[in-house]
Each structure stands twice: as C-alpha cells, then as structure tokens.
C-alpha cells in the first residue's frame, strides 16, 4: 500500500501527495487529475477546495509549525 504524505506549504496551500480519495460534504467524490493534489487554506481560491494559487496575491500568512512532543 503506498503512503499518502500532506504537507503544509508556508503561506500556501497544504500539498497531498499519494492515492486519496477527496469527498464533499455530501460524499460525492472529486475528480483529481493525478496522485497528487493541492487544497487551498487562504479561502481565496476560485477553484475550491483547490488551491489555484490565490495566496500570492491576497496576502495570506499561515506559517505555523507542528507542535513537537
């Protein structure tokens, strides 16, 4: 079984990369070209739930890291 890795990219969009499958509210699964997606997280995007690259130009910040133990 391959893994599924997400990253969360700094200012941008979390990147998924490995087979998923990605549903709607209502269970209804999105087409996705490939293994690998990108969703958005500045809420900007014309193409949600995917990124389209909005985040370089509407001025979103999401550095966070991941908590350590």
Known sequence: MESVT????ENGPYLIKGPVVLTD???TPYATPGENIA???????????????????????????????
């Open 6 to 9: 997400i990253k969360a990219r």
């Open 39 to 69: 969703l958005c997280r500045c809420g900007g995007s014309q193409t949600k739930p995917f990124c389209d690259g909005s985040h370089r130009t509407n001025g979103f910040v999401a550095a966070e890291r991941a908590a350590q133990p």
């Open 25 to 27: 509210a209502d269970g």
